[in-house]
């Protein structure tokens, strides 16, 4: 899989949106971007993908810019319970699993 | 999605005993799952690969006699942490796998956190 970079750290006012970059550069023209999010002591929640064209979802939107190198997942009204660590993950969709490697993520701090 | 639980939830233990961790998907049949550890304030770090009917797939520096990893049937695969020491002390998370659904992805499980005494 291909590398990504995400800043590690990230604070946000409760009903204001929270933007989250991804750095991945050297993804490659078959790799989707997924995004997960894992709230304190519970198992990580797949929040979108997408490969090329803007996604939104009940959750979450995301940005991918034209030369795919960068990403945003958009919170649109972070609430208290958006607080999270927040996974950026590129990997090739279909023909069976392939593995994944998380990183460090960063961590949203939604504040009252 | 899917729906994956892990049981138990939390568990603590004697250094030197075993412990097992089942992990269920409960509303598909998964051929694969995933077994994570996380330590504190550190990222998910996959462990093995389990499949079911055959031999789970380790990743590297994980020991396999120590880690057993049981998928005997397409809604349950289990881990049995071997001999526990404190070092072991963890967040264990499964992970399932649906190709059947549309965002091909993985579904994770609440995760069991084992505190080794």
């Known amino acids: ?9 990230m604070d946000c006012a409760e009903g204001r949106a929270a933007n989250l970059p991804c750095n991945h550069s ?7 971007v997924y995004w997960y999010r894992q709230i304190h002591s519970q198992g990580p929640q797949y929040i979108i993908h ?5 996604e ?10 034209e030369d795919r190198k960068s990403s945003t997942l958009i919170l649109p009204h972070a609430t208290l319970r958006d607080t999270a660590v927040y996974y950026c993950i590129v990997r090739v969709r279909g023909g069976g699993y ?3 490697t998380f990183g460090t993520g960063t961590k949203l701090q939604v504040i009252p | 999605g899917a729906v994956v639980s892990q049981h138990p939830s939390r568990v603590i233990c004697k250094s030197g005993t ?10 598909f049949q998964a051929t694969t799952m995933f077994w994570y ?4 304030k550190q990222s998910l770090m996959l462990m093995a690969t389990s499949n079911e ?3 789970a797939t380790y990743e590297q520096g994980v020991e396999k006699d120590k880690f057993l990893i049981n998928h005997a049937s397409l809604t349950l695969s289990t881990l049995t942490v071997t001999s526990a020491h404190p070092e072991d002390s963890s967040f264990y998370i499964c992970s399932v796998y649906n190709l059947g659904q549309s965002t091909d992805t993985q579904y994770f499980g609440p995760g069991t956190r084992l505190t080794v005494l």
């Open chain 1, 98 to 100: 392939q593995k994944v």
């Open chain 1, 50 to 54: 997408g490969l090329k064209n803007n």
């Open chain 2, 53 to 55: 009917g055959s031999k």
């Open chain 2, 37 to 40: 550890r996380q330590f504190p």
């Open chain 1, 26 to 32: 050297t993804i490659s023209g078959n790799e989707y």
């Open chain 1, 1 to 9: 899989d291909a590398k990504t970079t995400q800043p590690p750290s």
């Open chain 2, 18 to 27: 075993s412990v097992k961790i089942e992990c269920r998907s409960l509303d």
């Open chain 1, 56 to 65: 939104t979802n009940d959750m979450a939107s995301l940005i991918i810019t």
